[in-house]
């Protein structure tokens, strides 16, 4: 084999291998953007009136995005003010906050309750902090742990749609948002408190009744629904 020979073939197996390596890295950025706009998208029925929202988020578009907005802006705010002192996480769902995390004190626990209480368009906050250390990397582990057991119960669960909850753990509580009926609710509630590890279920659910429900995926509701019937926080020991 010439060296000329040789040259042209090892360009062509470089070229060969640049060529997987951008196509593997398309296709994972293609990924992650469906995983990011998954739960934004609105069907075709939104052009003649109704509002279909597809199958992945029960918010419609325009709460999802004032959900984001929220989040960033408390969380922001939070950090700003703290400064490190604490561990505080913020979800947004349909304008409903909960608050999680630790603090050192009970004025920073307040404080925090402030800043995230002005926020434009919140409705109503759950402040489930915790005055003492942080939580440890262990702990933290664990409560992902948690949170996934609980995810994966849900989509075993024939009665359950997995992607209509919102799941967050700490410290071994596990907080259920979402837009659902009440036998949804029920279900769910008791669905997480028997996973292993939990050691209690608040709930923070939006209550629609079934026909709302029907309604939402069908594209008959013209206009934004409403959620009905329910307080903003309710306890569901395990």
Not at 24 to 50: E, H, N, P, S
Not at 217 to 235: D, L, N, R, V
């Amino acid at each position: 084999m010439t060296s000329r020979t040789h040259t042209r073939l090892k360009m062509m197996r470089f070229n060969a291998t640049r060529m997987t390596v951008s196509r593997a890295g398309l296709l994972l950025m293609a990924a992650v953007a469906v995983t990011q706009l998954q739960g934004c998208f609105i069907l075709g029925a939104a052009a003649v009136g109704g509002t279909a929202l597809v199958a992945t988020d029960r918010r419609t578009a325009g709460a999802q995005l004032e959900d984001q907005t929220i989040q960033f802006k408390a969380q922001t705010q939070i950090d700003n003010a703290l400064r490190g002192n604490g561990n505080v996480n913020v979800n947004s769902y349909n304008q409903q906050v909960l608050i999680t995390g630790q603090v050192p004190t009970e004025a920073y626990k307040q404080q925090v309750q402030q800043i995230v209480s002005s926020i434009p368009n919140v409705k109503s906050v759950l402040n489930a902090l915790v005055v003492g250390p942080n939580s440890t990397l262990s702990e933290q582990a664990h409560d992902t742990l948690i949170t996934s057991l609980v995810r994966a119960s849900f989509i075993d669960d024939k009665q359950l749609y997995s992607q209509a909850f919102k799941i967050t753990t700490s410290e071994g509580v596990v907080y259920l948002m979402g837009i659902v009926t009440q036998d949804e609710a029920d279900q769910a509630a008791a669905v997480a408190s028997g996973v292993s590890g939990v050691k209690k279920v608040v709930t923070m659910f939006n209550i629609i009744t079934p026909q709302q429900l029907q309604d939402m995926y069908s594209g008959t509701a013209k206009t934004p629904i409403t959620p009905q019937g329910t307080p903003p926080t309710s306890p569901a020991s395990p």
